[in-house]
């Protein structure tokens, strides 16, 4: 004997869909937006745009207005792909020059503000396609 079935009023708490009322068919036709020009300059930019296409348009979910949020991800994989072939080409230290309290000039070795924000990670796991 299955389960009974939830009031209108449950499913409007626990924010989910009864299977028995007919959805609405989706507002947006599907696409595939076109890449920015400016990104071809960055061949990481335009290899990460290609791949998310590629991997949406399987799915089914790309439409043509998710240009601009595919536009910041390339860009931000990019930035973040620069960021981590400077930290193993120079490594995760630099040196810092500062004054210290009798005005001498002074050096000391500190983490980079990359390896800072990124945790040390080299690759997160999502993006190992």
Known sequence: MGRARKSE???WLQHSVPDYVPQKPSQFTGG???MP?????????????KRLVKELGKR????????CALEIA???YARWRA????IEKYGPLVDESFLSRSGE????RVEIFAVQKTDGMVCPPCFRW
């Open 9 to 11: 009023e449950q499913h």
């Open 32 to 34: 595939r937006p076109k």
């Open 37 to 49: 020009k400016h990104l071809n300059l960055n061949a990481d930019a335009a290899d990460f745009w």
């Open 60 to 67: 089914g979910t790309l439409t043509r207005v998710d240009g």
């Open 74 to 76: 390339a860009i931000t």
């Open 83 to 86: 960021c981590v072939a400077e």
């Open 105 to 108: 000039l002074s050096t000391r």
